[in-house]
């Protein structure tokens, strides 16, 4: 009797082995070929060279949102006693200055 309960434990045993083994083997194909299942390719030098869709006399997205967080500024209380407060100015001025520069190079490699 005892010997039947081992062998059907044993069984029992290579069974959820192998299922196992069927799991991974599954998880493994699945992220080894999830690259066959992606969207169009994209032609980022056509992305790239596309127009800019707003007038490059007006200010661009970036540069408002610059602009906006320079013009809402006000010194908290550290900044203030450590005297922080003009160079975090400068800090937001030289943001405005470089999301307008990228605003209208949207080419970071040129």
């Given at each position: 009797?005892?010997?039947?309960?081992?062998?059907?434990?044993?069984?029992?045993?290579?069974?959820?082995?192998?299922?196992?083994?069927?799991?991974?083997?599954?998880k493994l194909a699945m992220l080894?070929?999830?690259h066959h299942e992606c969207d169009?390719?994209?032609?980022?030098?056509?992305?790239?060279?596309?127009?800019?869709?707003?007038?490059?006399?007006?200010?661009?997205?970036?540069?408002?949102?610059?602009?906006?967080?320079?013009?809402?500024?006000?010194?908290?209380?550290?900044?203030?006693?450590?005297?922080?407060?003009?160079?975090?100015?400068?800090?937001?001025?030289?943001?405005?200055?470089?999301?307008?520069?990228?605003?209208?190079?949207?080419?970071?490699?040129?």
């Amino acid at each position: 009797m005892a010997r039947l309960e081992r062998e059907s434990l044993k069984l029992q045993e290579q069974e959820y082995a192998r299922l196992q083994v069927e799991l991974f083997d599954n998880k493994l194909a699945m992220l080894t070929s999830i690259h066959h299942e992606c969207d169009e390719p994209i032609n980022w030098l056509e992305v790239a060279s596309r127009k800019i869709d707003f007038d490059s006399n007006s200010l661009g997205p970036k540069e408002k949102a610059a602009l906006a967080r320079l013009s809402s500024y006000e010194p908290g209380f550290f900044d203030r006693l450590f005297m922080r407060a003009d160079k975090k100015r400068q800090e937001l001025l030289a943001n405005v200055e470089l999301a307008k520069k990228s605003e209208y190079n949207p080419n970071p490699f040129g």
